[in-house]
């Protein structure tokens, strides 16, 4: 049933604007008013609640979360096949881990997968994001949320924070978007919070066996330090959003550099969420005209 749910909402998201229109009449010019009227000129966010094609109704913020309103589902061609990959991975039993969990979608999907014998650990160092995934998560008590980032220092690190709808590129990494120019024209914030290294988390919860979801904005390269030894030791899957501009070195090339070293290769998603061989990612990317994509990373 998940999976025909998952194919509704893909189709629905893949629809173009006169088939979204035809399915939501009234939900879509609101929402499109909302996120290209009211919005730019009252940087007033709004928050509402949303049914997920899994079941699982969960509070997101407008205009960040208007796919997930309309379509059930993130509608980024990369987020589908990623939501079909978990889908087809994620077994009763196992463990998650959220690195970069935000308000908690693919914590709730995981947590849909494994049930109650199976456990998501959720790390986000936005308090302001937390507030929203404890929200969202409570009542799962096989959900355990750490209100922090995941780094390979243990203390406390600058975190750089923005308003919605840009709140999903808060990262630990100054200046990460320097040069973009809707990072021009907003104010960032700058708060101080704890960090965690995952092989103490790993170690601590007796975890031997997972799969990682890392969205770090540019933090990956700590996040992947801070687990070395995991990484090496137990058996893990890492699946990382890779960002990629033609003719640039990416800032997720040392992150690649370290899985690598670990003995982690890198794999696409395809169409259906099944896991193919990428050996040279600059070249695929390319041949795919994609400027980002999540990739999986399996030893």
Do not use: M
């Given at each position: 049933m998940m999976w025909e749910n998952l194919l509704k909402a893909e189709?629905?998201?893949?629809?173009?604007k006169l088939r979204r229109l035809l399915y939501q009449p009234v939900l879509y010019p609101a929402l499109m008013i909302f996120d290209y009227a009211i919005y730019p000129n009252?940087?007033?966010?709004?928050?509402?609640?949303?049914?997920?094609?899994?079941?699982i109704r969960m509070k997101t913020v407008l205009p960040s979360g208007t796919d997930i309103r309309l379509h059930s589902i993130k509608s980024h061609d990369s987020e589908l096949r990623f939501a079909k990959f978990l889908v087809r991975q994620l077994?009763?039993?196992?463990?998650?881990?959220d690195?970069?969990?935000?308000?908690?979608?693919?914590?709730?999907?995981?947590?849909?997968?494994?049930g109650q014998r199976g456990h998501v650990y959720a790390v986000e160092a936005s308090a302001a994001s937390t507030a929203i995934l404890k929200e969202n998560?409570?009542?799962y008590s096989n959900i355990t949320i750490i209100q922090a980032a995941a780094s390979d220092t243990r203390g406390h690190i600058t975190f750089y924070e923005y308003p919605v709808p840009y709140a999903e590129c808060n990262t630990t990494v100054k200046d990460a978007y320097a040069g973009q120019k809707w990072a021009e024209k907003i104010k960032q914030i700058e708060n101080h919070v704890p960090t965690v290294l995952i092989d103490d988390l790993l170690e601590k919860e007796g975890i031997t066996k997972?799969?990682?979801?890392?969205?770090?904005?540019?933090?990956?390269?700590?996040?992947l330090k801070g687990m070395i030894n995991s990484l090496k030791t137990r058996d893990l899957c890492v699946v990382m959003e890779y960002h990629h501009t033609p003719g640039k070195l990416s800032i997720h090339e040392e992150a690649v550099g370290v899985?690598?070293?670990c003995g982690y290769s890198a794999h696409g998603i395809d169409i259906d969420g099944n896991a193919f061989p990428v050996p040279d990612i600059t070249r695929y990317l390319d041949e795919k005209k994609l400027e980002s994509d999540n990739l999986v990373f399996q030893r």
């Open positions: 189709r629905k998201a893949r629809s173009s009252t940087h007033r966010s709004k928050s509402i609640f949303a049914n997920t094609f899994f079941g077994k009763q039993g196992d463990v998650f881990v690195v970069g969990a935000h308000y908690g979608y693919y914590s709730l999907l995981a947590v849909a997968l494994i998560t409570a009542g997972a799969i990682f979801k890392i969205d770090a904005e540019g933090g990956e390269t700590a996040v899985l690598k070293e």
